[in-house]
């Protein structure tokens, strides 16, 4: 069962100006929200996250007593403050965000400036400091998934904190637990609670590879590959990028290229490069003196009807209406 709720969170406190709370505030801003969790044990409802502002960000829960997720969507133009400092362990999955000026810390690590968070994740241990300050140039949506701390015996290595990393087996596990939770009603506590535990388990991962970028799967790019690649496409949005030219980056033939490729990123170059078209179209959109045919020629589509049948098919609604929602 999903609940809408608010925080209460006054803005004079949790806003835009003091967003470094001390550990003592964090954990009694925490008691002052006004929720309604049916289905949450009630010890959840102080810990969550502070956001500010509250009129503006749009928030909702589900889950179970051991693990619970909450969406949260940050309006463009939005200057957003974060933090959590609680008894769980957190998991930030940034579905899709591009930033002005921000930073995000967690306790002990340095801050990151990273302003495309589309597709990147955060760790929080429990007992540790996370703070997320910015201001959102394109609609920002994220999942947080909130997980008990005593899930891994005392043998078991626990993870570590980590920043605006990316790593897809991680999301991939973080994405079917999110699911398992917003369907809490039809599944079984004991396959929610199994998820989650691998969860940490592949948390743990990370931390003992040493790298905080994309581990390579078996038969993928390796990760210099991925790295010239993603810089390729990125740097020639608006071109027509050829295949042969992609596989010749890499030093693979087209057909092992192309299989490795959606290895690592799960989907093939092509539809790979539509996506990161439409993600600069977004954040292009913002800008409400820009035109939505000079948006579309800025990526790449001579055509606007070609442009909004792009971005209809990869986010549901027209250039026109996502600026209007926005």
Not at 35 to 62: F, G, N, Q, W
Not at 302 to 312: N, P
């Amino acid at each position: 069962m999903v609940e809408t709720f608010e925080t209460g969170l006054p803005n004079e406190v949790v806003g835009w100006s003091e967003p470094d709370l001390t550990v003592a505030d964090q954990g009694r801003l925490a008691n002052i929200g006004q929720y309604t969790l049916k289905d949450v044990d009630s010890r959840c409802r102080a810990e969550v996250a502070a956001i500010s502002p509250i009129d503006a960000v749009k928030r909702s829960i589900s889950g179970v007593p051991t693990c619970f997720a909450e969406t949260i969507s940050v309006p463009a133009r939005t200057k957003a403050a974060i933090s959590f400092s609680g008894p769980r362990h957190l998991l930030v999955l940034y579905h899709e965000g591009f930033r002005g000026e921000g930073l995000a810390t967690v306790s002990g690590l340095p801050a990151s400036s990273l302003r495309s968070v589309t597709s990147r994740l955060t760790f929080v241990p429990a007992g540790s400091c996370f703070r997320e300050v910015y201001e959102a140039r394109s609609m920002t949506r994220a999942t947080f998934l909130y997980l008990a701390a005593d899930q891994l015996e005392e043998t078991e290595s626990p993870p570590s904190a980590n920043v605006h990393f990316d790593d897809q087996l991680v999301w991939g596990t973080a994405a079917k637990l999110s699911q398992a939770l917003e369907n809490s009603a039809d599944k079984p506590l004991f396959y929610i609670e199994a998820l989650s535990k691998v969860l940490l388990h592949e948390l743990a991962r990370v931390k003992a590879s040493g790298c905080r970028s994309t581990m390579v799967c078996k038969g993928g790019l390796a990760t210099w590959q991925k790295r010239v690649v993603v810089s390729y496409i990125e740097d020639h949005l608006a071109d027509q990028i050829c295949l042969m030219t992609l596989a010749e980056l890499v030093k693979l033939s087209q057909h092992h290229f192309c299989r490795a490729f959606r290895q690592s990123f799960g989907v093939p170059p092509h539809q790979y490069h539509v996506k990161k078209r439409i993600e600069r179209a977004k954040q292009l959109l913002v800008d409400r003196e820009m035109s939505i045919t000079d948006v579309g020629l800025a990526v790449g589509y001579s055509q606007a009807s070609s442009f909004s049948l792009a971005f209809r098919k990869m986010t549901g609604e027209s250039p026109r209406e996502y600026r209007r929602g926005g």
